[in-house]
């Protein structure tokens, strides 16, 4: 059993239809004109670093407001013969795809702008995948809150990034052992409820 149908009723997406929000137009409008701004700022000077930032920012922002893992806490995979893992996964695959899509043009842009510093999209892109799958691990706990998840995951990164700046990279591992814990946690819920 593969449910690839999974993400669409995350979004109560009836008859693969796509409901266009006041909220979702805004943050669609907001996020292009701030791309089309990076990308002419890097294409203007030069330089790859505000377009690939904006890239990365954009797409973390996009999958954080597009992903929703209320499934995970149905009844209905609960008692299905599937893994929590493959459930997860495929909450995953339309946020994913949007933000991979908003990332790609300004990576595009930065590699224009300054094609001797291709490794910075680049690295950019390995980032965006490791804060979306960080932030998927908080959004599958948070299964019914994606506001508490999506707070709490700014926090705990800032707090991260805060403690790493002070006492060095090794307190990172505070944070991985949180994404762990959660992970655990949430998928343990998944079996046993």
Do not use: K
Not at 145 to 169: C, H, I, M, Q, S
């Amino acid at each position: 059993m593969n449910p690839a149908w999974a993400g669409s009723w995350a979004w109560n997406l009836t008859d693969g239809r796509l409901w266009f929000t006041v909220w979702n137009v805004g943050l669609a409008i907001l996020l292009s004109l701030g791309a089309l701004i990076s990308m002419a700022a890097s294409l203007a000077q030069h330089w790859a670093l505000p377009a690939a930032v904006t890239g990365v920012l954009g797409g973390l922002l996009i999958f954080m407001a597009s992903l929703r893992c209320q499934p995970l806490g149905s009844p209905v995979f609960r008692s299905a013969p599937i893994r929590f893992v493959r459930v997860w996964l495929s909450m995953l695959r339309l946020p994913a795809a949007l933000s991979a899509l908003f990332f790609v043009f300004p990576a595009g842009a930065a590699i224009a702008a300054e094609p001797s510093a291709w490794t910075l999209p680049v690295g950019g892109g390995v980032g965006l995948l490791m804060l979306n799958t960080a932030y998927a691990i908080f959004a599958g706990y948070f299964i019914s809150a994606p506001a508490v998840a999506a707070l709490t995951f700014v926090a705990a990164l800032a707090y991260a990034e805060y403690e790493t700046l002070e006492y060095g990279r090794t307190l990172l591992l505070s944070f991985i052992a949180l994404l762990a814990w959660l992970w655990f946690r949430a998928r343990r819920r998944f079996y046993h409820g």
